[in-house]
């Protein structure tokens, strides 16, 4: 595919790095010099001086025959114009636009977009998933299955060391697969031959019994709390808030610093027990006795006081913390030792959102590992895929990736499934796949490799 990319800021580089790895051909357009000089630097594509609202230059960069074009530029108005002006001048079939302000968010009919990304509502729908789900550690959930995917590190006291897969699979009993292994600065999608060593980081599909009898991965049960508190007065809470039941804000205590916006979300939400204070006060879990929640989710704007919060409540006897990270995603990296049982990227959760309505309606839950190169994503067999009736031994998908977990949509159960497995109608196949075999995976599932 051809992307054309508006916007050469933290989230337009992010994506466009995960769309080059995956082999598409990638435009990075901004009118700003020193955001094109560092997309240059930071990215293997394309990188020009462009504005969004200029057709002449736009026409410069023949960008008419492109698949798709997203703009994530910091202005809402520069989005939906920009994705207007491409939608009425060029023949680009998608157009996407990321857009903050709710006013805006019914505007595709008219203006001929395809698609609105709000990234407050994404990430606070994110928020209300893991709440309702249930919050897991450093656990990749999915959307329709209960199988979960964990990265398990080998060290010297793992007793699958030296071991091949296959004799892991005959020694330990249990709904499992190692469905990839990064080794060094290799991601490899391993056979039964393939042996474990020491420093590998194993990518693990399985339920939650064989995540902790079998690797021994700790805390993976369900942690879905009943009392929730909520840090921060942004956008983010207001949606999470409105996709609460009464119930659960009858539940729900949130702490904002402005008082005008702390009136505001009080009135809106009368059930909602609204304190105007900051939580960096001395003395304010003791007053407030936050330490009987059961969940805190910190998404103030500030990145450090989130992952400060959460790691203080942590220690104060709130069970389980959540943080937001907005404008460094690489403290998401560094946070995961202090504690904090969620870390929600903002950047992450935006571009999984594009790239998941890029690949198309019947993909789910999509998720990159390892630094980008290895994503796992769920899909839904359609009535008519040519994939229906086929075992899985039969389809060729030699490091290139490996369909690691099967849900019947239908029976709601979940299997690791082997090579006889035949496909179903209605089957929701959790695929894990190396990022640069991303056109075969789309080409597999449209039916063209079949």
Known sequence: ??????????????????????????????????????????????????????????????????????????????????????????????????????????????????????????????????????????????????????????????????????NIRKEFDGNFLIAAISRDEEIIVPSG????????????????????NIFHVEETKKKRGRKICIVGGTKITDFLLHKFTERQRKNTTVIIKDPDYANEISSRYPGVLTINDNITNEGIFSQENLENNDVIVCITDN????????????????KNAMALIIKNPDYVR??????????????????????????????????KMFDGRLETFEFEVPQDSPLIGKKLMDINMKDKGIIGGVTNSRTKTNIIPSGTYEIKASDVLVLINLSKSNMFIQDLLSGKEV
């Open 1 to 166: 595919m051809k992307i054309v990319i508006l916007g050469a800021g933290r989230r337009g580089i992010r994506l466009a790095r995960f769309l080059v790895e995956e082999q598409n051909d990638v435009i990075l357009l901004d009118d700003n010099p020193s955001n094109v000089a560092k997309a240059l630097t930071s990215v293997d594509c394309l990188a020009y001086e462009c504005s969004g609202t200029d057709i002449d230059q736009l026409n410069t960069f023949e960008i008419s025959d492109a698949d798709a074009f997203i703009a994530l530029t910091g202005s809402d108005e520069t989005n939906l114009v920009s994705c207007g002006i491409v939608s009425s001048n060029f023949k680009i079939p998608t157009t996407i636009a990321s857009v903050r302000n709710l006013s805006y968010t019914n505007t595709e009919s008219f203006m001929g977009i395809s698609h609105i990304v709000n990234p407050y509502q994404e990430v606070a729908l994110h928020i209300w998933k893991e709440l309702d789900k249930g919050i897991y550690s450093d656990v990749i959930m999915f959307e329709h299955s209960a199988l979960l995917l964990n990265n398990v590190y080998v060290d010297d006291s793992s007793p699958y060391q030296d071991m091949s897969l296959k």
């Open 193 to 212: 031959d393939t042996v474990i060593r020491k420093g590998d980081t194993l990518g693990v599909i399985a339920d939650n019994e064989a995540l902790e």
């Open 334 to 367: 560094m946070a995961r030792h202090m504690g904090i049982d969620s870390l929600i990227s903002s950047q992450d959760v935006t571009v999984d959102s594009i790239l998941k309505y890029l690949q198309g309606k019947n993909i789910s839950s999509r998720h």
């Open 303 to 318: 990145d450090e006081l989130n992952i400060i919060s959460a790691s203080y409540a942590k220690t104060m006897g709130i």
